[in-house]
């Protein structure tokens, strides 16, 4: 299964308004197509991808997270495990642009 737009995910009201709007991303990447909706759909299984630099992995992985999390709990739902500060930084970074909507 791939998914050409993003309203093929299932996602949220928000998380949509968070792609177009904020990120203002118009359509999935190549591995962001393949990868979604295997990281999306249940039943969830363990996934390793991988793509060149800048093809838009780190979406897939924040899109996957934010879309497990309930908004209305205050308490830790979710793991992002980096290697470097720097990284933590960027994926913060992108959280905070996909849930400002
Ligand atoms: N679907 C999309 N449409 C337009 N731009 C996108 C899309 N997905 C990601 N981008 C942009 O492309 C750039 C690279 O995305 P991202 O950091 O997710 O890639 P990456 O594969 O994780 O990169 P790296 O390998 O360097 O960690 C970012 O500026 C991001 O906003």
Known sequence: ??????????????????????MKFERPSKIQTISLPMILTPPYKHLIAQAHNGSGKTTCFVLGMLSRVDPKLTAPQAL?????RELVIQIDDLCDLQIRS
């Open 1 to 22: 299964m791939q998914a050409d737009m993003f309203e093929e995910l299932n996602l949220s009201a928000d998380l949509l308004k968070g792609l177009y709007v904020e």
């Open 80 to 84: 992002c495990i980096c290697p470097t």
